[in-house]
């Protein structure tokens, strides 16, 4: 689940929480039974993708409860971040690029 999925209606996001939710029951019991490796490594993926569908739900709640009041918690403050010039985005600084390019050499030589 994406940040910008929270436009999804509650009703989805409960429906969604709830087959995450059995999901995970089925892959410890899996755990349990020593059941296929693959369903093991799914465990933590699950359990964060439960996390965030919380976090949405109770983020919501939090929009509405402080909706039109005076002072607001500064994670439900909008953020303004201060543009940057496209190249200072895109560009190394020189420490970064020597580093990378020492390591290139390095891994390329052989001790004979």
């Known amino acids: 689940m994406e940040v910008w999925d929270s436009l999804v209606s509650k009703e989805e996001l409960l429906k969604q929480l709830e087959d995450l939710k059995v999901a995970l029951s089925q892959q410890r019991v899996a ?11 799914k465990v933590r993926g699950v359990s964060k993708s439960i996390a965030h569908v919380l976090t949405v739900i109770n983020q919501e709640n939090l929009r509405k409860l ?47």
């Open 66 to 112: 402080y909706k039109g009041e005076k002072y607001k918690p500064l994670e439900l403050c909008h953020v303004t971040i201060q543009a940057s010039i496209k190249h200072e985005q895109t560009g190394k600084k020189k420490r970064e690029r020597l580093l990378g390019l020492a390591s290139k050499i390095h891994s390329s030589t052989t001790i004979r």
């Open 31 to 41: 755990k349990v039974t020593r059941g296929a490796a693959s369903k093991l490594s």
